[in-house]
Protein backbone atom coordinates (compact mmCIF):
# COMPACT_ATOMS: atom_id res chain seq x y z
CA UNK A 1 0.00 0.00 0.00
CA UNK A 2 2.43 2.54 -0.91
CA UNK A 3 -0.39 5.44 -0.41
CA UNK A 4 2.19 7.93 0.15
CA UNK A 5 5.30 8.80 -1.81
CA UNK A 6 8.20 10.51 0.28
CA UNK A 7 11.09 12.28 -0.92
CA UNK A 8 13.96 14.53 -0.30
CA UNK A 9 15.88 16.35 -3.04
CA UNK A 10 19.98 17.25 -2.94
CA UNK A 11 18.14 20.77 -2.23
CA UNK A 12 16.62 20.04 1.25
CA UNK A 13 13.20 20.02 -0.60
CA UNK A 14 11.17 17.35 0.86
CA UNK A 15 7.60 15.93 -0.85
CA UNK A 16 4.76 14.18 0.51
CA UNK A 17 3.27 12.85 -2.19
CA UNK A 18 -0.61 11.31 -1.63
CA UNK A 19 -0.90 8.21 -4.45
CA UNK A 20 -4.13 6.73 -4.51
CA UNK A 21 -5.41 8.73 -8.11
CA UNK A 22 -7.54 6.00 -7.76
CA UNK A 23 -9.59 6.92 -4.98
CA UNK A 24 -8.78 10.44 -5.70
CA UNK A 25 -6.32 10.17 -2.72
CA UNK A 26 -9.06 9.82 -0.41
CA UNK A 27 -7.65 8.73 2.80
CA UNK A 28 -8.39 6.33 5.46
CA UNK A 29 -6.42 5.22 9.17
CA UNK A 30 -3.53 3.97 7.08
CA UNK A 31 -2.81 6.72 5.17
CA UNK A 32 -3.08 9.43 8.44
CA UNK A 33 -1.01 7.20 10.09
CA UNK A 34 1.43 7.46 7.08
CA UNK A 35 1.31 11.43 6.94
CA UNK A 36 1.54 11.35 10.50
CA UNK A 37 4.99 9.15 10.37
CA UNK A 38 6.13 10.61 7.99
CA UNK A 39 5.71 14.09 8.73
CA UNK A 40 7.39 13.20 11.91
CA UNK A 41 10.52 11.81 10.89
CA UNK A 42 10.72 14.68 8.07
CA UNK A 43 10.47 17.57 10.78
CA UNK A 44 13.61 15.68 12.82
CA UNK A 45 15.74 15.33 9.57
CA UNK A 46 18.42 17.80 9.48
CA UNK A 47 18.62 17.69 5.45
CA UNK A 48 15.18 19.13 5.37
CA UNK A 49 14.66 22.34 4.13
CA UNK A 50 10.80 22.76 3.56
CA UNK A 51 7.98 20.48 2.22
CA UNK A 52 6.07 20.32 -0.23
CA UNK A 53 2.61 18.35 0.07
CA UNK A 54 0.93 17.78 -3.27
CA UNK A 55 -1.13 14.49 -4.77
CA UNK A 56 -1.29 12.28 -7.96
CA UNK A 57 -3.77 12.06 -10.35
CA UNK A 58 -6.31 14.83 -11.48
CA UNK A 59 -7.84 15.65 -8.06
CA UNK A 60 -5.56 16.74 -4.88
CA UNK A 61 -8.00 14.65 -2.77
CA UNK A 62 -11.89 14.40 -1.73
CA UNK A 63 -11.66 14.00 1.64
CA UNK A 64 -12.29 11.14 3.64
CA UNK A 65 -12.11 7.65 2.23
CA UNK A 66 -15.84 6.08 1.63
CA UNK A 67 -15.05 2.48 2.80
CA UNK A 68 -13.49 4.03 5.71
CA UNK A 69 -16.68 6.22 6.53
CA UNK A 70 -18.70 3.12 6.05
CA UNK A 71 -16.41 1.39 8.64
CA UNK A 72 -17.23 4.35 11.24
CA UNK A 73 -20.74 3.89 11.16
CA UNK A 74 -20.26 0.15 12.98
CA UNK A 75 -17.78 1.50 15.12
CA UNK A 76 -18.16 2.62 18.87
CA UNK A 77 -17.75 6.20 20.08
CA UNK A 78 -14.18 4.78 21.59
CA UNK A 79 -12.99 3.83 18.28
CA UNK A 80 -14.59 6.97 16.29
CA UNK A 81 -12.57 8.90 18.90
CA UNK A 82 -9.43 7.25 18.22
CA UNK A 83 -9.19 7.77 14.81
CA UNK A 84 -10.75 11.23 15.02
CA UNK A 85 -7.51 12.22 17.56
CA UNK A 86 -5.50 10.55 14.66
CA UNK A 87 -6.47 12.86 12.25
CA UNK A 88 -6.33 15.84 14.49
CA UNK A 89 -2.63 14.78 15.17
CA UNK A 90 -2.41 14.88 11.28
CA UNK A 91 -3.36 18.64 11.12
CA UNK A 92 -1.16 19.77 13.99
CA UNK A 93 1.63 17.92 12.72
CA UNK A 94 1.37 19.74 9.34
CA UNK A 95 0.30 23.10 11.16
CA UNK A 96 3.27 23.08 13.47
CA UNK A 97 5.85 21.54 11.01
CA UNK A 98 9.14 23.25 11.67
CA UNK A 99 10.28 24.08 8.15
CA UNK A 100 8.06 26.34 5.30
CA UNK A 101 5.55 24.30 3.86
CA UNK A 102 3.36 24.85 0.49
CA UNK A 103 1.21 22.99 -1.17
CA UNK A 104 0.04 21.86 -4.91
CA UNK A 105 -3.62 21.31 -5.80
CA UNK A 106 -5.40 20.34 -8.83
CA UNK A 107 -8.84 19.21 -9.54
CA UNK A 108 -11.23 18.89 -6.28
CA UNK A 109 -10.18 19.62 -2.58
CA UNK A 110 -13.07 18.19 -0.34
CA UNK A 111 -13.96 17.94 3.41
CA UNK A 112 -10.73 17.38 5.43
CA UNK A 113 -7.96 17.70 2.43
CA UNK A 114 -9.15 21.67 3.10
CA UNK A 115 -7.41 21.29 6.76
CA UNK A 116 -4.52 20.32 4.86
CA UNK A 117 -4.47 22.86 2.67
CA UNK A 118 -4.80 25.41 5.68
CA UNK A 119 -2.44 23.93 7.53
CA UNK A 120 0.37 24.61 5.22
CA UNK A 121 2.18 27.57 4.96
CA UNK A 122 1.51 28.67 0.85
CA UNK A 123 -0.94 26.87 -1.66
CA UNK A 124 -0.79 27.17 -5.24
CA UNK A 125 -4.14 25.85 -7.23
CA UNK A 126 -4.82 25.56 -11.02
CA UNK A 127 -7.95 27.62 -12.01
CA UNK A 128 -10.39 24.75 -12.17
CA UNK A 129 -9.55 23.78 -9.25
CA UNK A 130 -12.85 23.11 -6.78
CA UNK A 131 -13.30 23.24 -3.09
CA UNK A 132 -15.89 22.16 -0.64
CA UNK A 133 -16.41 21.57 3.31
CA UNK A 134 -18.83 18.98 2.96
CA UNK A 135 -19.33 17.44 5.83
CA UNK A 136 -22.63 18.76 6.86
CA UNK A 137 -23.92 16.96 3.55
CA UNK A 138 -23.36 13.16 5.29
CA UNK A 139 -24.86 14.60 8.64
CA UNK A 140 -21.15 15.41 10.01
CA UNK A 141 -19.78 18.55 10.98
CA UNK A 142 -15.64 19.75 9.83
CA UNK A 143 -14.93 19.23 13.23
CA UNK A 144 -10.87 18.67 13.47
CA UNK A 145 -9.86 21.00 10.96
CA UNK A 146 -12.41 24.07 12.11
CA UNK A 147 -9.87 26.06 14.17
CA UNK A 148 -7.48 26.18 10.65
CA UNK A 149 -10.31 27.04 8.54
CA UNK A 150 -12.06 29.59 10.66
CA UNK A 151 -7.85 31.00 11.03
CA UNK A 152 -7.60 30.38 7.50
CA UNK A 153 -10.73 31.82 5.94
CA UNK A 154 -12.42 33.78 8.93
CA UNK A 155 -14.95 33.06 11.02
CA UNK A 156 -17.68 34.97 9.09
CA UNK A 157 -17.11 32.92 5.77
CA UNK A 158 -16.34 29.49 7.58
CA UNK A 159 -19.92 30.01 8.78
CA UNK A 160 -21.11 30.28 5.27
CA UNK A 161 -19.47 27.73 3.70
CA UNK A 162 -19.32 24.80 6.50
CA UNK A 163 -23.22 25.36 6.91
CA UNK A 164 -23.68 25.23 2.77
CA UNK A 165 -21.34 22.77 2.01
CA UNK A 166 -21.63 24.63 -1.61
CA UNK A 167 -18.51 24.41 -3.79
CA UNK A 168 -16.08 27.46 -4.66
CA UNK A 169 -13.95 27.61 -7.16
CA UNK A 170 -10.07 28.99 -7.39
CA UNK A 171 -10.97 32.38 -7.65
CA UNK A 172 -13.22 32.25 -4.67
CA UNK A 173 -10.59 30.29 -2.59
CA UNK A 174 -7.94 32.98 -3.73
CA UNK A 175 -10.29 35.65 -2.79
CA UNK A 176 -10.82 33.68 0.71
CA UNK A 177 -7.05 33.52 1.30
CA UNK A 178 -7.45 29.74 1.22
CA UNK A 179 -4.55 29.52 -1.36
CA UNK A 180 -2.08 32.22 -2.53
CA UNK A 181 -2.00 31.70 -6.22
CA UNK A 182 -3.91 30.14 -9.29
CA UNK A 183 -1.60 29.53 -12.19
CA UNK A 184 -2.30 27.25 -15.47
CA UNK A 185 1.85 25.85 -14.37
CA UNK A 186 1.42 24.66 -11.13
CA UNK A 187 4.72 23.52 -11.23
CA UNK A 188 6.52 26.46 -12.17
CA UNK A 189 4.79 28.33 -9.56
CA UNK A 190 5.84 25.93 -6.72
CA UNK A 191 8.90 25.89 -7.89
CA UNK A 192 9.06 29.83 -7.89
CA UNK A 193 8.29 29.81 -3.98
CA UNK A 194 10.59 26.98 -3.56
CA UNK A 195 13.35 28.97 -4.78
CA UNK A 196 12.34 32.18 -2.70
CA UNK A 197 12.23 29.83 0.57
CA UNK A 198 15.68 28.56 -0.26
CA UNK A 199 17.11 31.99 -0.75
CA UNK A 200 16.61 32.68 2.75
CA UNK A 201 18.03 31.74 6.13
CA UNK A 202 17.18 28.24 7.39
CA UNK A 203 17.31 29.03 10.70
CA UNK A 204 15.55 32.72 10.19
CA UNK A 205 12.63 30.06 9.01
CA UNK A 206 12.51 28.39 10.95
CA UNK A 207 12.47 30.54 13.98
CA UNK A 208 10.01 33.26 11.51
CA UNK A 209 7.51 30.33 11.89
CA UNK A 210 7.25 30.09 15.56
CA UNK A 211 7.60 33.62 16.08
CA UNK A 212 4.36 34.12 14.07
CA UNK A 213 2.60 31.23 15.29
CA UNK A 214 3.21 32.95 18.85
CA UNK A 215 1.94 36.51 17.92
CA UNK A 216 -1.05 35.14 16.59
CA UNK A 217 -2.01 33.57 19.55
CA UNK A 218 -1.07 35.87 22.28
CA UNK A 219 -2.44 39.48 22.99
CA UNK A 220 -0.23 42.18 22.22
CA UNK A 221 1.06 43.00 25.94
CA UNK A 222 4.60 44.09 27.83
CA UNK A 223 5.16 40.43 27.53
CA UNK A 224 4.84 39.77 23.44
CA UNK A 225 6.95 43.07 23.08
CA UNK A 226 10.00 41.91 25.02
CA UNK A 227 9.81 38.37 23.57
CA UNK A 228 9.65 40.19 20.04
CA UNK A 229 12.78 41.93 20.78
CA UNK A 230 14.47 39.39 22.42
CA UNK A 231 13.98 37.15 19.29
CA UNK A 232 15.43 40.25 16.81
CA UNK A 233 18.16 40.47 18.77
CA UNK A 234 18.85 36.92 19.87
CA UNK A 235 18.45 35.94 15.88
CA UNK A 236 21.11 39.39 14.83
CA UNK A 237 23.86 37.77 17.08
CA UNK A 238 23.37 34.40 15.88
CA UNK A 239 26.02 32.37 13.40
CA UNK A 240 23.05 33.03 10.67
CA UNK A 241 22.69 35.87 11.33
CA UNK A 242 25.46 37.69 11.36
CA UNK A 243 26.49 36.05 7.93
CA UNK A 244 23.48 37.23 6.60
CA UNK A 245 24.17 41.02 7.68
CA UNK A 246 27.99 40.74 6.75
CA UNK A 247 27.04 38.88 3.20
CA UNK A 248 24.57 42.05 2.62
CA UNK A 249 27.38 44.92 3.54
CA UNK A 250 30.13 42.89 1.82
CA UNK A 251 27.37 42.75 -1.80
CA UNK A 252 27.73 38.67 -2.02
CA UNK A 253 25.43 35.91 -1.93
CA UNK A 254 25.19 34.17 2.27
CA UNK A 255 26.46 31.09 2.92
CA UNK A 256 23.10 29.07 2.51
CA UNK A 257 22.91 30.63 -0.76
CA UNK A 258 26.40 29.68 -1.97
CA UNK A 259 25.52 26.00 -0.99
CA UNK A 260 22.80 25.78 -2.91
CA UNK A 261 24.64 26.21 -5.87
CA UNK A 262 27.64 23.76 -4.90
Same mark, same amino acid.
Given at each position: ?? @????????????????????????????? #???????? %???????????? *???????????????? @???????????????????????????? %??? =?????????????????? #???????????????????????? #???? #??????????????????????????????????? =???????? %?????? *? !????? !?????? *?????????????????????????????????????????????????? @???????
Amino acid at each position: MD @WLITDIDERGVASLCLNRPEKFNAFDEVL #IGQLVQAL %SELASDPKVRLL *VLKAEGKHFSAGADLN @WMQRQVTQSFDQNLAEAEALAELMMRLD %SFP =HPTVCRVQGSAFGGALGL #IACCDIAVAEPKAQFCLSEVKLGL #IPAV #ISPYMVRTLGHRQTRRYALTAERFDAATALALGLV =HEVTDNLD %SQLEHF *V !NLLLG !NGPEAL *VACKQLLDQVSREPLDDALRHHTANEIARIRVSPEGQEGLKAFFDKRPPG @WQVKRHV
